[in-house]
């Protein structure tokens, strides 16, 4: 099992940027693809970007790509997401989530269904 702790939201102008982090327990991480999804207030919950155990691949939700990068860092137990050029809508609450990989496949899931481990979340305000 994996516990994942998200960081590092607050409030933010238009155009700025914020790096959100998930730290994860347990001493099998590089065993996990990661994702996150985020919820904006009245919407259904959205998968944003994904990343595969090694890191060798990630995958990007329209909205954010060019905008939005995610990396990992194995031997930390630690997965961040960079964002920039963030606009009103990007407010919502994030979250980290986690499914197991074997290491021989690198394949990404979009699906909130599809992850078997949850953050709390972290919000995310950007002000117009």
């Known amino acids: 099992q994996v516990q994942l702790v998200e960081s590092g939201g607050g409030l933010v102008q238009a155009g700025g940027s914020l790096r959100l982090s998930c730290a994860a327990s347990g001493r099998t991480f590089s065993r996990y693809a990661l994702g996150w999804f985020r919820r904006a207030p009245e919407k259904e919950r959205e998968f944003v970007v994904a990343?595969?155990?090694?890191?060798?691949?990630?995958a990007y939700a329209d909205s954010v790509k060019g905008r939005f990068t995610i990396s990992r860092d194995n031997a930390k137990n630690l997965v961040d997401l960079q964002m920039n050029s963030l606009t009103p809508e990007d407010t919502a609450v994030y979250y980290c989530?986690?499914?197991?990989?074997?290491?021989?496949?690198?394949?990404?899931?979009?699906?909130?269904?599809?992850?078997?481990?949850w953050g709390q979340g972290t919000q995310v305000t950007v002000s117009s």
């Open positions: 990343i595969s155990w090694s890191g060798d691949s990630t």
């Open positions: 989530a986690a499914h197991s990989q074997p290491p021989n496949l690198q394949l990404l899931k979009y699906t909130a269904s599809e992850y078997d481990y």
